[in-house]
T-cell receptor, first 116, second 116 residues
Framework: AQKITQTQPGMFVQEKEAVTLDCTYD???????LFWYKQPSSGEMIFLIY??????QNATEGRYSLNFQKARKSANLVISASQLGDSAMYFC?????????????FGTGTRLKVLA | KAGVTQTPRYLIKTRGQQVTLSCSPI?????VSWYQQTPGQGLQFLFE???????NKGNFPGRFSGRQFSNSRSEMNVSTLELGDSALYLC???????????????FGSGTRLTVV
């Protein structure tokens, strides 16, 4: 069965510093997609970044980058130059590869607090 | 463009009652999924709909049901509410079809249901 593991329940980072949020995954499907979402206190899940299992390069989106290590089955999110507005819950998710469906399996999340 | 709209935003119900939650996807999106988020169980998949057909269902009792209309709007219903149904219910939409995996879900802000 597919599984996503986020081992950091909470993290603190100083404003303007970089922070890495860990995510490991388990799947036997050779084709999969990994996503990171941000959930502020308002509840909405905001898409940050995507990495496909066949992508040769690590994904980047502005201040977000994904450190994808396929052999280790890890997909860590790196946020550079942290801002106060980055304080939120962060979820790693994987698409369930079952044919004809499109559902996510989520990790338990990491609560990030950016300190001024 | 308008995002995914969920109504109502907050809801308080009594045990034994039933409730209907509504989700209007982004215009042009034909795939809608629902997730339940609780502190204890995290984010769990409820249903996936595409063009009015349920394509996938999560591991929830039969009290949880849903449907999708011809305009892609979706509703989910929970009958005979239990205290444990208190949660944030998130709806997400995507265009659907054979698209790059990176075109993932856009989530709404959720409906926070409290059962007393």
């Amino acid at each position: 069965a597919q599984k996503i593991t986020q081992t950091q329940p909470g993290m603190f980072v100083q404003e303007k510093e970089a922070v890495t949020l860990d995510c490991t995954y388990d799947t036997s499907d050779p084709s999969y997609g990994l996503f990171w979402y941000k959930q502020p206190s308002s509840g909405e899940m905001i898409f940050l970044i995507y990495q496909g299992s066949y992508d040769q390069q690590n994904a980047t989106e502005g201040r977000y980058s994904l450190n994808f290590q396929k052999a280790r089955k890890s997909a860590n999110l790196v946020i550079s130059a942290s801002q106060l507005g980055d304080s939120a819950m962060y979820f790693c998710a994987m698409r369930d590869g079952a044919s004809g469906t499109y559902k996510y399996i989520f990790g338990t999340g990491t609560r990030l607090k950016v300190l001024a | 463009k308008a995002g995914v709209t969920q109504t109502p935003r907050y809801l308080i119900k009594t045990r034994g009652q039933q409730v209907t939650l509504s989700c209007s996807p982004i215009s042009g999106h034909r795939s809608v999924s629902w997730y339940q988020q609780t502190p204890g169980q995290g984010l769990q998949f409820l249903f996936e709909y595409f063009s009015e057909t349920q394509r996938n269902k999560g591991n929830f009792p039969g009290r949880f049901s849903g449907r999708q209309f011809s305009n892609s709007r979706s509703e989910m219903n929970v009958s005979t509410l239990e205290l444990g149904d208190s949660a944030l219910y998130l709806c997400a939409s995507r265009r659907g079809g054979q698209l790059p995996q990176g075109l993932g879900y856009t989530f709404g802000s959720g409906t926070r249901l409290t059962v007393v």
